[in-house]
């Protein structure tokens, strides 16, 4: 019995990633701990900044703080693991180790779905019904906003990866990516998992279709009110409350489209390795957005001519892809 149980569930996995293309790892490895890096600070500072400061202790910057923290611990889940299977010839990651990192980023990604749209209706509300915001948005309801927002991201990922840990693998533990996910761990399974696949349709359309609809819904009465609005200056400060949400928001759902919705066999699976890199490690370049607009509206404060230190960081995840892309391309005309 117990040797059935050991075959049936692995002691470690092997993460293959980028084994096959060791020449990439060390500059995957460079690319990804800046990227990193960058994520802790950046969001760190927005965290710091939000709570220090008394004039931003609004239901927008309370959410934003919320998002910032969000982002470092979905990075700290995957990023991790990945440097150190870069760095060293080790490409195993242990039973619970794997476990650990699908249940929490997959409670990670709930969470930011919902989050989103949380977010969207403030500036609803924000702009839509301006004299009644302080009303409406109070406290009380914020913290529960937020509360509902990360339990129901636990909820799924507690139902969706217990569900998933309890598939008898038969002892298959090459997983063909640089880290744990659900629907991977899924295909080492050895028996049917239409229960999963069900399960995982039904959360993906809860938590990730149905908060892009109400994300619409709310843009498309922001969009509504803003037409209404006369004065160029009145629609510049309507576009100012929405712009780093809109951004946070295209940058979320395009990294989901990118990396799950490409016609099947589009690109060569080590491009496909390669943009999932980027689009996982987008937190970086999210949060460097996010601290984009962030600091707009401290330029703002300050007056029109401080300095504007954050305007070039979202470039950074255009100017990585391409240079992977060239990376890639190159070793690909070595080899022939």
């Given at each position: 019995m117990m040797g059935i149980a050991n075959a049936s569930s692995p002691e470690v996995f092997v993460l293959l990633g980028f084994s096959a293309r060791p020449s990439l790892e060390s500059i995957l490895f460079i690319i990804a701990l800046g990227f990193y890096v960058?994520?802790?600070?950046?969001?760190?500072?927005?965290?710091?900044?939000?709570?220090?400061?008394?004039?931003?202790?609004?239901?927008?910057?309370?959410?934003?703080?919320?998002?910032?923290?969000?982002?470092?611990?979905?990075?700290?889940?995957?990023?991790?693991?990945?440097?150190?299977?870069?760095?060293?010839?080790?490409?195993?990651?242990?039973?619970?180790g794997c476990m650990v990192q699908f249940y929490i980023s997959h409670w990670l990604g709930a969470t930011e779905c919902v989050l989103l749209a949380v977010m969207s209706y403030d500036r609803y509300v924000a702009i839509c019904r301006p004299?009644?915001?302080?009303?409406?948005?109070?406290?009380?309801?914020?913290?529960?906003?937020?509360?509902?927002?990360?339990?129901?991201?636990?909820?799924?990922?507690?139902?969706?990866?217990?569900?998933?840990?309890?598939?008898?693998?038969?002892?298959?533990?090459?997983?063909?990516?640089?880290?744990?996910?659900?629907?991977?761990?899924?295909?080492?399974?050895?028996v049917d998992t239409s229960l999963n696949e069900v399960e995982m349709y039904v959360a993906s359309f809860i938590f990730v279709v149905l908060p892009l609809g109400l994300i619409l819904v709310s843009y498309g009465h922001i969009a509504w009110a803003v037409m209404k609005i006369r004065s160029a200056e009145g629609r510049r400060k309507a576009f100012n409350t929405c712009s780093s949400h809109v951004a946070v928001v295209t940058l979320f759902y395009g990294s989901i489209i990118f990396m799950y919705l490409q016609p099947a066999k589009s690109n060569s699976h080590e491009q496909d390795l390669l943009d999932s890199i980027v689009t996982l490690v987008a937190p970086a370049a999210l949060a460097a957005t996010i601290c984009t607009i962030f600091d707009s509206f401290s330029k703002k404060q300050r007056g029109p001519g401080s300095p504007h230190f954050l305007s070039g960081s979202p470039s950074i995840l255009f100017a990585v892809k391409i240079m992977l892309k060239l990376s890639l391309h190159s070793l690909e005309m070595k080899t022939h």
């Open positions: 960058v994520s802790i600070l950046d969001n760190g500072i927005i965290i710091l900044v939000s709570c220090i400061d008394v004039h931003l202790h609004t239901p927008m910057y309370f959410f934003l703080a919320n998002l910032s923290f969000l982002d470092i611990s979905f990075t700290t889940s995957i990023v991790p693991q990945l440097l150190v299977n870069l760095w060293g010839p080790q490409k195993t990651i242990s039973s619970v004299l009644h915001y302080t009303v409406i948005m109070h406290p009380q309801l914020c913290l529960s906003l937020a509360f509902a927002s990360w339990l129901g991201g636990l909820t799924t990922s507690i139902v969706g990866s217990t569900l998933t840990m309890l598939l008898p693998l038969c002892g298959n533990n090459r997983i063909d990516h640089f880290f744990c996910e659900m629907p991977l761990i899924m295909q080492l399974a050895c």
